[in-house]
């Protein structure tokens, strides 16, 4: 079994939550717009980091991050990619590799809405965290922690709290 965090939309920002809900996992998901490898630094001191890089991470972050993760955790094939648009509203580019690839677990970031569907046309699980950053139009900050266990996904959570509680 494993624990995961997931998050995106960081936009450069960490705080005590952030760190505090990655102790807790056994691994960390960044689903891009990272914003400063400070973010992504603190989290893989603490725990395995799997990242991709998001429409705002220049060249640094290019360089540390691919676009496309491609991956197998406990079972479960898994695409994490930052810009992938919602079931019945995936971008053509997006549609052929979910075709080709098959992935049971499918993960992007970017719109800072937290959404998790079903989407029974792919035969996968959306998820999206939302954004953990303090920058950007959404009021509240999202994060997604779940448990993975033999090709099944457990115990999923959704941590919120209002962005200007923030720690300063």
């Known amino acids: 079994m494993k624990k995961i965090l997931l998050l ?5 920002y960490i705080d005590e939550r ?3 809900h990655s102790k ?14 400070k973010v992504t630094d603190t989290i893989a001191a603490l725990k395995p980091l ?17 676009e496309n993760q491609f991956f197998n955790c406990e079972g479960i094939n898994v695409w994490m990619t930052h810009i992938g648009g919602y ?10 590799v979910i ?8 993960i992007c970031g970017h719109s800072h809405i937290l959404k998790v569907i079903s989407d029974k046309k792919y035969n996968l699980l959306h998820m999206n965290p939302g954004a953990a950053g303090k ?7 999202t994060m997604l922690r779940f448990e ?7 115990s999923l959570e959704v941590i919120e709290y209002d962005r200007h509680e923030y720690q300063k």
């Open 50 to 66: 799997r990242a991709v890089y998001g429409n705002i991470d220049g060249s640094v972050l290019r360089s540390q991050f691919s």
């Open 99 to 106: 075709e080709s690839k098959r992935p049971q677990l499918f």
């Open 8 to 12: 995106s939309d960081t936009h450069g």
């Open 24 to 37: 807790w996992a056994d691994e960390v998901w960044h689903a891009g717009d990272i914003g400063d490898s």
């Open 148 to 154: 993975v266990h033999e090709g099944i996904i457990n």
């Open 18 to 20: 952030i760190v505090n």
């Open 87 to 96: 079931p019945g509203r995936y971008p053509a580019k997006i549609r052929t």
């Open 135 to 141: 920058h950007g139009f959404h009021k509240v900050c």
